[in-house]
């Protein structure tokens, strides 16, 4: 086992990630290149994210179905962006059922191929349009400098699809998905973003655009929380989706897709957490309410342990609320723990409390404070609310202060280099200029609807727009 | 397009589930061998059974993790009976990241000797036990005779896996889930089910013992619908999962592991189904009832769609209604969709049952009946109950007319082998008499804890007890 304390984290961030996802047992190393076991408690922080937006994406007129895993070679490259892009990270399936496959088959890094091939067969008319689909699963991009949930060879994702008789529909439903993604991690995952089109060279490898939505680490770099394209019609040739339009005649549809993955838990821990440990926005915390019963060996603590059990029943009704009545651990070891796992709030009873009527109420963030037994349901309410609330302006707070206006490359870059953060700057748009960047480790992250610099950051010509670049995950 | 009319259940059944999964929409056909896309309607059907099952799993006091998808060969080579019954079934990544990979990677086709990688380094101590885990996911067992949902190259399932101190606690866990599946397939898929051991030569490759429950669908064939084992202590071995017991002593734990899967979906079909199409029994189907207005073209309906309308958000807080307001097709070619679909309830309104302040309420198994407004809600609530009974009945029904006993293969065989069904007897144990079955197209399904025969039906040795034989999916 190695030392109880966490690594510093003012001091060596990605040791502190590293470690507090071993200790709060999210994720663990697995016996296979870049790739995690997502553990019991990580995978509850995955189920209540899904559970929200897959409750979004039917509301908003979309049906989940399940597609396979694997696909055919030739289906990838059939778009030339498309199998550019994805070729280094494929893994290949050469032999099954105890044969070499006359075609090789590549587990899916991404299923537009495979959607597009069946949507092809189910749109016939502009009566089967918009065809709008989401599928949960599981991909596999393989990666040489893994990191759990940020960067894994196999990951979590789902990714919706859908076709559309217009080119400006497609553009509606491309941002309304972003616009739901933003809500998601704002409003749940209380992490502020900032969100817009992706450069040309940083977009999806067959997108026509890619809408991104980003967020700033306390580190200094920036997440990609998910993305949503427009994808080019070369995808609806290349699989012959032609179908017969309002006005009879052939036509072909215009597509979409937009993902979000377990990389969001990443995030997520990286952006709350504390020196103790996670630090986990109520709303999607997996434990709301943990209670500590303060009991002592060898003595009856049965009223204690009776009042404990009937508040974890009340509170049952509306948290999510665990009982730790372990009596093989003192309640220190108790605090320690539930802290490292960033449970919103806990609460202490001991045989002096009852005597008072009263518990301890103690927030993740530092606060305690006494409660009389019958208003802690009110209380915990408040406490709770409030705590989601403080975690997402401390984030912006982070987000504002790490974002930073500056003219010229030269000037900012070293200082970029060291200290991270978002820069907003103007940009020519020529992808030269961009590679620059890269002296400086790195990148532009988005583009902004705002013009506050006259030329580019890197030439002499005139800026088409602002651009934010940063170092990234 | 094919013709509108399925083809005869009673003359050709797999022609008819063919073609009603094609209708209904519930699947279609992948371009890789032996896999179908899961559509929309299929996959509601899914989701729906995997709530049930996954919150049961939870009570049962498990939880959820995600393990990877691909295992190095290595692993699936280190128990022997293991290997060799998924080597011929196995697709095998042997390229990643543009390189032949060292070690080639085996899809998953089922997740032990991954999950015990990690259990050997999670487990200590006895106090770590019991470890419960389960994992929703998909696997890939290279199919040669594909039939969608019942046999598919790459299917859904959870799969559990439990270490335990003591070879009763395994038996109590494996019998335990076993329990919850019957519970599972009998309250809420209305199939009747039969459950005992495998024999020996039928049971997991690497398991102690596997407990089956099997349901008997009406064209006389048997479906097994999912299993429990006993995991051989050979696995714990295998990968070192040592931990020190209570006494301080190195010890292996005792293992189990049981899986269901998308196979439930087709038994789903098959059991219930009927000329008309799909029959979902109403606790498991996506739309529970549906609302077709009677509405002319040219015509104003408002008064009649206002109603309907009001009827789907009255209705709609209990159950799950769609209001079917397309003005571009007929009530009858509705009334033919939803009924292809096995809606359980369909509610008519018309301009005549509006005056009369009456709705008609048909349900799937034939009922059609007026019922006042003001009563749809509790009468709805009755048909439901009452049709979820009446299909458990009718299945059970046949599930009691298929089950025969007799004495000797040799007077049933012929029988069995034409007609199908059940075939209760007595077998001596001895696998080259269970080995005579296959000329009949039969196998075990399951041993019974009866014994209700004196002989072996194949030889002249004793019976152990009796057996179930059966021709199955």
């Known amino acids: 086992m190695s030392s109880k304390k966490l690594p510093d984290i003012e001091k060596d961030f990605a040791k502190w990630y590293q470690e507090v996802i071993a200790k709060a047992e999210l994720a663990d190393q697995a016996p296979v290149r870049g790739c995690f076991v997502i553990r019991p408690y990580g995978t509850m922080i995955w189920e209540n994210i899904k559970a929200v937006l897959d409750k979004r994406i039917k509301e908003t007129g979309h049906q989940n179905a399940l597609f396979p895993l694997l696909i055919p070679q030739s289906f990838i490259t059939k778009e030339a962006e498309h199998v550019e892009g994805f070729s280094p990270e494929l893994a290949v399936v050469t032999h099954a059922g105890g044969k070499k496959l006359e075609e090789p088959l590549v587990v899916r890094p991404t299923s537009e191929t495979m959607i597009h091939f069946m949507f092809a067969k189910w749109i016939k008319s502009w009566r089967d349009l918009p065809m709008k689909i989401n599928q949960w699963a599981n991909v596999i991009r393989w990666e ?21 008789e217009t080119a400006q529909e497609a553009e509606q439903e491309a941002t309304m998905m972003l616009r739901e993604y933003v809500n998601l991690v704002q409003d749940y995952l209380a992490i502020p973003v900032v969100h817009g089109m992706k450069s040309e060279s940083e977009k999806f490898p067959g997108a026509d655009k890619t809408f991104t939505f980003e967020a ?90 009776n009042v404990a059990d009937d508040l974890k029943n009340t509170l049952g009704e509306k948290f999510a609320v665990f009982l730790d009545d372990d009596d093989t651990k003192t309640p220190g070891a108790k605090f320690y723990k539930w802290e490292l796992r960033g449970v919103p709030v806990r609460i202490e009873i001991g045989p002096r409390d009852l005597e008072e009527k009263k518990v301890v109420v103690a927030d993740r963030l530092g606060e305690k404070i006494a409660v009389p037994l019958d208003d802690v349901a009110s209380h915990i309410e408040k406490t709770l609310e409030a705590m989601q609330t403080k975690l997402f302006e401390r984030a912006k707070q982070n987000l504002e202060s790490n974002w930073k206006k500056a003219e010229k490359l030269a000037g900012f870059g070293k200082t970029l280099s060291k200290e991270g953060g978002f820069y907003q700057t103007g940009w020519c748009h020529n992808p030269e200029c961009e590679k620059e960047l890269k002296k400086f480790q790195a990148m532009t992250r988005c583009l902004l609807d705002e013009k506050t610099f006259e030329v580019c950051f890197n030439c002499e010509k005139p800026s088409k727009g602002d651009v934010l670049v940063a170092k990234s995950y």
Request: charged share 15%.
């Open 144 to 164: 040489m400098r893994p990191r759990a949930f940020i960067r894994t060879s196999e990951f979590f994702w789902q990714e919706g699809h859908t076709a559309h």
């Open 216 to 305: 700033m680490m306390p580190d200094g770099k920036a997440v990609q929380m998910g993305t949503s394209h427009i994808i080019s019609q070369n995808f609806a040739k290349a699989f012959g989706m032609t179908y017969q339009n309002r006005e009879g005649q052939l036509a072909y549809p215009y597509l979409t897709s937009w993902g979000s993955t377990t990389r969001l838990v990443g995030a997520l821990i990286m952006m709350h957490g504390d020196q103790k440990g996670l630090v986990l926005p109520p709303k999607i915390a997996p434990i709301q309410v943990v209670i500590v019963p303060i009991i002592k060996k060898d003595s009856d603590n049965s009223a204690v342990l």
